[in-house]
């Protein structure tokens, strides 16, 4: 009886366990890539700009990996509600790889990827839905 | 009687005193007030030019205050979130040229005063034409200083705005959306875009119909484009099948 219980026990920790892990799981949303290897006299095409529509309620995680072995340039992320800065990776004083949006309203923003200033950059941007 | 004939004349002065107000409020140093007024201008379209025309001849600095979260060249602090204009507004021709540019869907080149110094002789050669920069100075523009370079672009942009208002005082703002989005300037066919898509105020003549034909074809055009910024969304307005576009535009 007592070794049944004990399986029980380990059972329902084991799932609990296998639960959580897969609720905090984050739902990957989308990858993009972004390789400036020269810089033009059109900063437009020193840019990525994608649009994409992001769920009120749902936070999205941005993930930055920087290739600098090539080159030293770091993707800085801004999203754009219209001409409204909404999210970036950026701040005054630090520079960060991953970082968290939480989407207010239902629409289309715009994601917009660059290079400081005069710099070449490799960089994949992988977007998740945290759960 | 003479109630109803002067019913019009009263409208036009009080329109008028609404304009006055506003001009007089997006010369404050206060961006609240600033930025209700540049609303205001914006709704009033051409109406507005005349006295921001005469606004582009005060060569002062007006800093802003009350900015919060505003992100320009001025800006003290960066918060990470906020409006993002990309002009030296505190220069008051530059905050008049900004929306002349905004209700023109023109590039004369006000946006480039504050760019790094690395891209200001790049905006000076491939934007203005050497008989422009010749008016203004007589030495090569590699030889001026940063400062010189700048107020270079500034009084090039006065110069280049008035003279397309000599040209175009009677111009409608339908017809500058049109001419934005088939112009070669990737500046004026971004923002043209980005009108259409964000902007809640209206053009007047812009109608579904005006739209279908005047500038459906450009954005198909423009759908193509490599530049991302202009294709992406010129897409994004071809989508919107239930033209919800205009409609935020209350037309």
Not at chain 1, 29 to 47: D, M, P
Not at chain 2, 183 to 201: C, E, H, M, N
Request: glycine share 4%; net charge neutral; with cysteine.
């Amino acid at each position: 009886m007592k070794k049944k219980w004990i399986l029980f026990y380990v059972f329902f920790g084991l799932s609990l366990f296998v639960f959580k892990s897969f609720a905090q799981k984050d739902i990957f949303f989308k990858q993009i890539e972004f390789k400036l290897e020269e810089i033009s006299k059109n900063s437009y095409e020193n840019e990525y700009f994608i649009t994409l529509n992001l769920n009120k309620g749902t936070t999205y995680k941005f993930v930055v990996t920087n290739n600098n072995i090539k080159y030293p340039g770091k993707a800085i992320i801004q999203i754009l509600d219209g001409n409204n800065l909404v999210g970036t990776n950026v701040t005054s004083s630090n520079y960060y790889e991953k970082f968290q949006f939480k989407c207010n309203k239902t629409g289309f923003y715009d994601l917009l990827i660059k290079f400081k200033e005069g710099e070449l950059g490799d960089s994949v941007i992988d977007i998740y839905m945290v759960q | 009687m003479l109630v109803l004939l002067a019913g019009p004349f009263i409208q036009t002065i009080l329109c008028q005193a609404n304009l006055d107000q506003a001009i007089k409020n997006f010369e404050s140093n206060d961006w609240v007030l600033v930025s209700e007024a540049r609303t205001t201008l914006e709704e009033a379209g051409m109406d507005a030019l005349p006295a921001l025309f005469s606004l582009l001849k005060e060569d002062k600095i007006v800093k802003l205050t009350n900015t919060g979260d505003l992100i320009y060249p001025g800006a003290v602090r960066f918060y990470g979130h906020g409006e993002i204009i990309d002009y030296d507004i505190d220069q008051l021709p530059v905050r008049a040229g900004w929306l002349i540019e905004k209700i023109t869907f023109q590039n004369f080149g006000f946006s480039y005063i504050h760019d790094l110094e690395i891209n200001l002789v790049n905006h000076i050669k491939y934007h203005f034409s050497s008989s422009e920069i010749e008016q203004f100075i007589s030495k090569p523009v590699n030889s001026l200083s940063i400062d010189e370079q700048r107020e270079l672009i500034k009084d090039l942009s006065v110069y280049n705005a008035q003279n397309w208002w000599k040209d175009n005082a009677s111009a409608d703002r339908l017809d500058c959306l049109e001419s934005a989005l088939s112009s070669k300037d990737d500046k004026r066919q971004v923002d043209a875009l980005q009108y259409l898509r964000t902007s809640t105020v209206p053009v007047e003549g812009l109608t579904k119909e005006a739209y279908n034909k005047k500038l459906l074809p450009q954005i198909k055009k423009l759908a193509g484009d490599q530049t991302k910024r202009i294709s992406e969304q010129a897409k994004y307005i071809l989508n919107d099948k239930t033209y919800e576009f205009l409609k935020i535009k209350g037309l």
